[in-house]
Structure formats: C-alpha cells, structure tokens
C-alpha cells in the first residue's frame, strides 16, 4: 500500500516555473515507478511523465518533453515535477500515481495508488 500527497501547485504566469512534490509513504518506494498525470476541467485525464523506481529511465508526454522534468529521491520518498516555460494549456489539476510495474507506462490504468491532486493555473 502507497499514500501520496502532492504539493506545489499555484497560480503563475505563463513562461513561469513550477516545482511538484509528491511524498509517499512505505518503505518498498523504490520498487515503483512513478507517474505524473493531468487533467483539465471539461477533459480526460493525461499522461505528463513518469520515472522507473531506479530513477534510470523517465518518460514524458509529448506536450512537455524538454519543458517538464521528472526526478525521484528514493531515500526519502520523494518524486518531483520541475516544470518550466509553463503555458496557459498547462492549467490542470495534476496528479501523483504509483504503480508496481517495472516499466513505465502511460496508461492511468496502470496506476493502483494515486494522491489527492494539486491545482496548476497558468495565466496568459
């Protein structure tokens, strides 16, 4: 079983930066790859970026790869979102996820553990 807490969402102009925490709780956070996802009012849930529990591999959505930076520290249970040159469409709740597979995946189906959301609002 994995608790997470986002925290770190805001209100920012666009071109602004943002850093996501997510704290998880266990003591096997190493063996979870680690997954950011969205979701905007009136959309779907999306994939942003995920991290195997090594921390070797990440994977990102196209819409933020070379903006968006994922990272782990698994010490101390940590997960990070860094992102950068923020864009109005960014705007959306964003979510913390954990899953036991190996590999990365995209699909929020995959993710059992999920916290509560942080809210991200990017103003033009």
């Known amino acids: 079983q994995v608790q997470l807490v986002e925290s770190g969402g805001g209100l920012v102009q666009a071109g602004a930066s943002l850093r996501l925490s997510c704290a998880a709780s266990g003591r096997t956070f190493s063996r979870y790859t680690m997954g950011w996802f969205r979701q905007a009012p009136g959309k779907e849930r999306e994939f942003v970026a995920a991290?195997?529990?090594?921390?070797?591999?990440?994977y990102y959505s196209d819409s933020v790869k070379g903006r968006f930076t994922v990272s782990r520290d698994n010490a101390n249970n940590n997960v990070w979102l860094q992102m950068n040159s923020l864009k109005p469409e960014d705007t959306a709740a964003y979510y913390c996820?954990?899953?036991?597979?190996?590999?990365?995946?995209?699909?929020?189906?995959?993710?059992?553990?999920w916290g509560q959301g942080t809210q991200v609002t990017v103003s033009s």
């Open positions: 996820a954990a899953t036991s597979l190996h590999s990365g995946s995209y699909n929020e189906d995959d993710y059992p553990y």
């Open positions: 991290i195997r529990g090594s921390g070797g591999y990440t």
